[in-house]
């Protein structure tokens, strides 16, 4: 069973930054799409940011572009989201996926508060 694993959530200000990884061991990472997803409270789930697996092109959602940034380490099978000029509507668990493998993390809590 595939495990992907989050980290680098936490409390942070408005205004301030945060560095979310995504360990993936087990598959062919470097062979599939990644994504970052977020769920706030009483909201629907959304796509945050993507990466592809060539050339890492990426997506993000309107709410976070010039914000954050997704990037990937193929030899480390690991993902990344750097958040930067976090809002408070930014708060929510980051979730880790896979999603042509269907593979989700635990997810990992962002608050950003003062």
């Known amino acids: 069973q595939v495990q992907l694993v989050e980290s680098g959530g936490g409390l942070v200000q408005p205004g301030g930054s945060l560095r979310l990884s995504c360990a993936a061991p087990g598959f062919t990472f470097s062979r599939y799409a990644m994504s970052w997803y977020r769920q706030a409270p009483g909201k629907e789930r959304e796509l945050v940011a993507r990466?592809?697996?060539?050339?890492?092109?990426?997506n993000y959602a309107d709410s976070v572009k010039g914000r954050f940034t997704i990037s990937r380490d193929n030899a480390k099978n690991t993902v990344y989201l750097e958040m930067n000029s976090l809002k408070p509507e930014d708060t929510a668990v980051y979730y880790c996926?896979?999603?042509?493998?269907?593979?989700w993390g635990q997810g990992t809590q962002v608050t950003v508060s003062s």
């Open positions: 996926v896979c999603a042509l493998r269907g593979y």
């Open positions: 990466i592809s697996t060539d050339y890492g092109s990426t």
